[in-house]
């Protein structure tokens, strides 16, 4: 009886974090599509940026690499992240979209955080904005 109630429980809190790891990608992606669609946003109708850390916010917007080929980084992240939302609620669809769905999820989350960690090198070391 008691083992029951405890696999009853372990099942549950695997469903309940299986549902949490399908939620996580299209929250995330929802949240950095903000973030990016708001420095695209800047980029392309001016402004100033809000700056909440240390500084060198605008250094990092208006320097070369703030564009690639005269398209603004940011724009290419709201590209970026409406792909990946896309494809992860399409993903919550069935067992087998979710199969199918995985690799273009992981790549474009890969390519996203190695360019991220670029941008990053580049506003501490080249920019020196931090």
């Known amino acids: ?3 029951e109630q405890s696999e009853t429980a372990a099942g ?3 469903k309940l ?3 949490l790891d399908r939620w996580a990608i299209p929250v995330l992606s929802v949240l950095g599509a903000a973030i990016s669609g ?6 392309l109708f001016g402004g100033e940026v809000l700056c909440t850390g ?3 916010c605008e250094t990092v917007q208006s320097s070369a690499y703030a564009q690639i080929l005269g398209v603004p980084v940011a724009l290419l992240g709201l590209l970026g992240m409406l792909a990946l939302l896309a494809l992860s609620l399409w993903r919550l669809r069935s067992e087998e979209s979710a199969q199918l769905m995985a690799l273009p999820i992981f790549g474009i989350s890969l390519f996203s955080i190695m360019f991220a960690g ?3 090198y580049v506003e501490l ?3 020196q904005a931090i």
């Open 54 to 56: 240390v500084g060198g």
């Open 38 to 43: 708001y420095l695209s946003y800047v980029k």
């Open 12 to 14: 549950e809190q695997t």
């Open 17 to 19: 974090g299986q549902q």
């Open 118 to 120: 670029y941008l990053f």
């Open 125 to 127: 070391f080249v920019l």
């Open 1 to 3: 009886m008691i083992r």
